[in-house]
């Protein structure tokens, strides 16, 4: 039995980011709860496995089956709630990511329990674990407990520290055998979205565009820039829905949520959705010719102008404070 059990992900066969960071603050988490920190893998494969250990589980809770690696919730959720049950963690931590928020008050249901999602900080207060989220379309801050076991919690990608890798450390391998799911609906096939450089949920810096940029064609300018700060490119919903740049780009509260060193946001007018998805930025840099746009509330830095103005002179800068 752990204290804490994490449902963790893959992707192209390793442990995702988010999983890793997830470890960091279960580890930390315990060094007050006390006991231990478990990892359940749904269709993992062996290396996601093996890294399990070294990233800060003491037990992994594995179900290896290839229909297990897409995930499904008619699949899935019985499986994590089969692990919860032979575990009896008092908190259950997933990634606020597709899965997590689909996943967890599923799961919080089933369970007798409630969910808090989108966590940007854990902290331990007796036997609860107090949930810091944003709430107001990112204007505001709460606090939150759940007051039943188990905790199940979602949190923000790059609100939390993964630990470094320690290779002397390993994890207890515990199989579970994947039941038949009743699945309802089933996955035919897949189109993976074409993507270059840094992805999007892992920036550190992220260059992002929106309806005022007036045309598709400007995401190219976009793209040089952020080739420029080694940075991934983002979009507002508005310019998705219009065909502008793809639907695997959006940042907001219906696409990506991502919380980079740094945002540029470049003709996005700062709507409640777009804010709730980099809210959790440490800066935001705008530009934005309407000096009522309501992202410069959210900005520590901004520019009243005409982005056509301002990207070159910016873009000729960096180039210059880098060579330098």
């Known amino acids: 039995m752990s204290t804490i059990l994490v449902i963790g992900e893959t992707e192209a066969g390793a442990l995702t980011a988010a999983t890793c960071e997830l470890l960091g603050a279960a580890n930390r988490l315990t060094a007050e709860l006390g006991g231990d920190v478990a990892l359940a893998l749904i269709g993992a494969e062996p290396a996601a496995v093996e890294a399990a250990g070294p990233a800060g589980a003491d037990t992994v809770y594995r179900a290896a089956d290839a229909s297990l690696v897409q995930y499904q919730t008619d699949a899935h959720l019985p499986l994590a709630q089969q692990i919860v049950e032979q575990d009896s963690p008092r908190v259950?931590?997933?990634?606020?990511?597709?899965?997590?928020?689909?996943?967890?008050?599923?799961?919080?249901?089933?369970?007798?329990?409630?969910?808090?999602?989108d966590a940007l900080a854990l902290e331990v207060e007796g036997d609860r674990v107090r949930v810091t989220r944003s709430c107001y379309g990112g204007n505001a801050r709460q606090v939150v407990t759940v007051k039943t076991d188990p905790q199940v919690i979602t949190v923000r990608a790059k609100s939390q520290d993964p630990l470094e890798p320690d290779a002397s450390r390993s994890a207890e391998i515990v199989d579970v055998a994947p039941s038949d799911a009743d699945l309802r609906a089933r996955v035919t096939s897949k189109d993976a979205a074409e993507s270059e450089g840094v992805r999007l949920e892992d920036a550190e810096i992220v260059v992002s565009g929106g309806r005022g940029l007036g045309g598709p064609e400007a995401f190219g300018d976009l793209e040089q820039l952020a080739g420029v700060l080694g940075a991934a490119v983002g979009s507002s919903r508005a310019a998705c829905d219009l065909g502008w740049y793809p639907p695997s780009q959006q940042v907001g509260l219906t696409g990506t949520v991502v919380s980079p060193t740094l945002y540029l946001a470049i003709a996005i007018s700062g709507a409640s959705q777009h804010m709730a998805g980099c809210g959790g930025s440490k800066n935001i840099v705008a530009i934005n010719k309407d000096p009522d746009a309501a992202i410069f509330a959210f900005s520590r830095f901004g520019i009243v102008d005409d982005y056509k103005k301002v990207l070159p002179a910016l873009e000729s800068a960096l180039k210059d404070a880098l060579a330098g």
């Open 92 to 117: 259950v931590l997933l990634a606020q990511s597709s899965m997590g928020r689909d996943l967890a008050p599923r799961l919080a249901t089933r369970l007798g329990s409630a969910a808090a999602m």
